[in-house]
Nanobody
């Protein structure tokens, strides 16, 4: 299984980026897909997840209203659209594939991460 994240970069505050994560080696539409981030010196933080069909999503309060998650099952790809970026959004962003065990999520596979840096 491979999850290849891309789309990170350097952007000014207020700008936008779209991250992509291409999955291979798994039955994509059977997995919940999520995005996490980890800033220097901080623990990894959940950002967003999308259920199998993409019709149900959940966004963390820290980015709600600015970030959206979507998926294209035909392309085995999940996206994170990030708008109105702030310097505190600076982190390495990771995509993950997981499963739902009666409301408990198990994240089975992780991508390599893509760096997002927001300058003030």
């Amino acid at each position: 299984v491979q999850l290849q994240a891309s789309g990170g970069g350097l952007v000014q505050a207020g700008g936008s980026l779209r991250l992509s994560c291409a999955a291979s080696g798994l039955t994509f539409n059977m997995y919940i897909m999520g995005w996490f981030r980890q800033a220097p010196g901080k623990e990894r933080e959940f950002v967003a997840r999308t259920m199998w069909s993409g019709s149900s999503t959940y966004i963390s309060n820290s980015v709600k209203g600015r970030f959206t998650i979507s998926r294209d099952n035909a392309k085995n790809t999940v996206y994170l659209q990030m708008n109105s970026l702030k310097p505190e959004d600076t982190a390495v962003y990771y995509c993950a594939a997981g499963r739902d065990y009666s409301g408990t999520y198990s994240w089975d596979y992780w991508g390599q991460g893509t760096q997002v840096t927001v300058s003030s």
